[in-house]
């Protein structure tokens, strides 16, 4: 494993200590270190001090991601990617690239996707017309980002590094096409990522879909999905955990999400695969290119 900050310790070393098909054999990271393994300061040194090495989970923030993958493909090593995949587009289609070359498995991961309630709100949506779709994605930075200043750097998304998780639900579960109309990017003075932003998007199929995203949340975070049909309203609420369909009672399961994606890297390492969709972070792009900026009060720690 690769980057040792905080959703390597509270995600990643779980979900593999959890699965038999995988052994923690070493970690790497510049400042931190992780108790009963090997570890090494680059994932140069840790290539070179570890025999037999199979697979690599990369978990550092996105702007060093691709070299640090480059690396370990060209290694031979199956590579698991943290969302989101990598700084821009064209650095994970390098590595898709390089992947199919290799022969070796490459996961681009999203892990609200395999939240509880998303495959069972996909089936439930699939024959239904979808007429508004209204996502509120709100959290206190300073609560589930402390200290991370990479978020505020470019490639570092800023708001979206939450609210990708969203459009990558959103992209799972609404049928056709998404793409951004209109976006608003609230930019602290001194940060060059947002800390707030609102987005338009359409499917092509006649589905308005608005989503607000807030950084700057005070209290409990609310990450709802209420999706508006020709039959009855669908509210997908905690993240993707929590499936209510009209008045009925709200149906809430255990948190699975990263035992599922590493039971889903598995099999792609056993089939040497390539999972990669890019859909959520397109819309990301997009509304970095196409979205208006406002200048905001600046961000303080």
């Not at 608005?210 to 409990?220: K, N």
Request: glycine letters at 8%; hydrophobic letters at 45%.
């Amino acid at each position: 494993m690769v980057g040792m900050g905080k959703i390597a310790r509270d995600q990643h070393v779980p979900a593999l200590a959890g699965n038999g098909a995988f052994e923690l054999v070493a970690a790497a990271s510049p400042h931190r270190r992780l108790d009963g393994v090997p570890n090494f300061t680059s994932i140069e040194a840790l290539l070179e001090g570890v025999q037999n090495l199979d697979a690599v989970a990369l978990c550092t923030p996105p702007q060093f991601r691709y070299s640090l993958a480059r690396a370990a493909l060209e290694g031979g090593l199956h590579v698991l990617l943290e969302k989101p995949p990598g700084a821009t587009l064209n650095e994970v289609a390098a590595l898709v690239e390089l992947a199919g070359k290799k022969g070796v498995a490459l996961f681009a991961t999203w892990h609200s996707r395999e939240a509880a309630a998303v495959a069972p709100a996909r089936r439930w949506l699939e024959d239904r017309k979808v007429s508004r779709v209204t996502v509120t994605w709100k959290e206190d930075v300073r609560v589930w980002h402390p200290g991370q200043a990479w978020i505020w750097k470019a490639g570092g998304l800023g708001v979206f590094d939450p609210g990708i998780n969203a459009l990558s639900i959103l992209t799972r579960i609404l049928p056709g096409t998404l793409v951004l109309k209109d976006a608003e990017l609230a930019v602290p003075s001194n940060c060059e990522t947002p800390i707030a932003a609102t987005l338009r998007l359409e499917n092509g199929l006649g589905a308005d879909v608005r989503v607000e995203l807030d950084f700057l949340q005070t209290g409990p975070p609310r990450w709802d999905i209420d999706v508006e049909t020709n039959t009855e309203r669908l509210l997908l609420s905690k993240g993707g955990s929590v499936l209510q369909v009209g008045n009925a009672a709200p149906i809430e399961n255990p948190d699975n999400e990263y035992p599922n994606l590493y039971a889903r890297f598995e099999q792609l390492v056993r089939d040497r695969n390539i999972d990669v969709d890019v859909a959520p972070f397109r819309l990301v792009a997009d509304a970095f290119m196409c979205g208006r900026r406002t200048v905001a009060e600046p961000f303080v720690e």
